[in-house]
T-cell receptor
Framework: ETGVTQSPTHLIKTRGQQVTLRCSSQ?????VSWYQQALGQGPQFIFQ???????GRGNFPPRFSGLQFPNYSSELNVNALELDDSALYLC?????????????FGNGTRLTVT | GDSVTQMEGPVTLSEEAFLTINCTYT??????LFWYVQYPGEGLQLLLK?????DKGSNKGFEATYRKETTSFHLEKGSVQVSDSAVYFC???????????FGTGTRLTIIP
């Protein structure tokens, strides 16, 4: 069974640039969620995709957007990067929108905005 | 909205000591409760869960009991090991919700 994989593992960008982070779901999972974890904090929910449609969104501005593909892999796009976007971005997959079923997390992408 | 309040760290214990990390929550309805662990340089791993009142989750010697009357889900282990050093997160999924709400995490260091 293949777990959740994220790429790249580390990334450095300049303020104002755009970034795309990628996630491959665990086999058999149709739901992907993205979380932002600032240093020393708990992860914060960005949004969730279920069968290629957004299924819920946290308190993040529209410059955070996402996609889910037919194979259930996913992308997180962030436009007009700000210094506060520096964080660990975690992808998690689950079945059936995660209701009652645990999320399986990848190791994350560490984004640094300078 | 939903929230999780977790015991502030860092916590430092000697090997074989007893561990308690406190967690309380606020949520409407009957949430599912979780403990996740994050080892250095890694993502989050599910440690244990409980989905209804009085359920006890357990794994790797860790236990937590879903206490609805006190809205708590404290993590315990009878004898910690150096390999238990990590950051521990209490979390919940509210009824009918799609997102995990996390506490701020507790960094645990076990010294030999």
């Amino acid at each position: 069974e293949t777990g959740v994989t994220q790429s790249p593992t580390h990334l450095i960008k300049t303020r104002g640039q755009q970034v795309t982070l990628r996630c491959s779901s665990q086999s058999g999972h149709n739901t992907v969620s993205w979380y932002q974890q600032a240093l020393g904090q708990g992860p914060q929910f960005i949004f969730q995709y279920y069968r290629e449609e957004e299924n819920g969104r946290g308190n993040f501005p529209p410059r955070f957007s996402g996609l889910q593909f037919p194979n259930y892999s996913s992308e997180l796009n962030v436009n007009a990067l700000e210094l506060d976007d520096s964080a660990l971005y975690l992808c998690a997959s689950s079945s059936d929108r995660g209701v009652g079923s645990p999320l399986h997390f990848g190791n994350g992408t560490r984004l640094t905005v300078t | 909205g939903d929230s999780v309040t977790q015991m502030e760290g860092p916590v430092t214990l000697s090997e074989e000591a007893f561990l308690t990390i406190n967690c309380t929550y606020t949520a409407t309805g009957y949430p599912s409760l979780f403990w996740y662990v994050q080892y250095p340089g890694e993502g989050l791993q599910l440690l244990l869960k409980a989905t209804k009142a009085d359920d006890k989750g357990s794994n790797k010697g860790f236990e937590a009991t879903y206490r609805k009357e006190t809205t708590s889900f404290h993590l315990e282990k009878g004898s910690v090991q150096v390999s238990d050093s990590a950051v521990y997160f209490c979390a919940l999924i509210g009824a009918g919700n799609e997102k995990l709400t996390f506490g701020t995490g507790t960094r645990l260091t076990i010294i030999p």
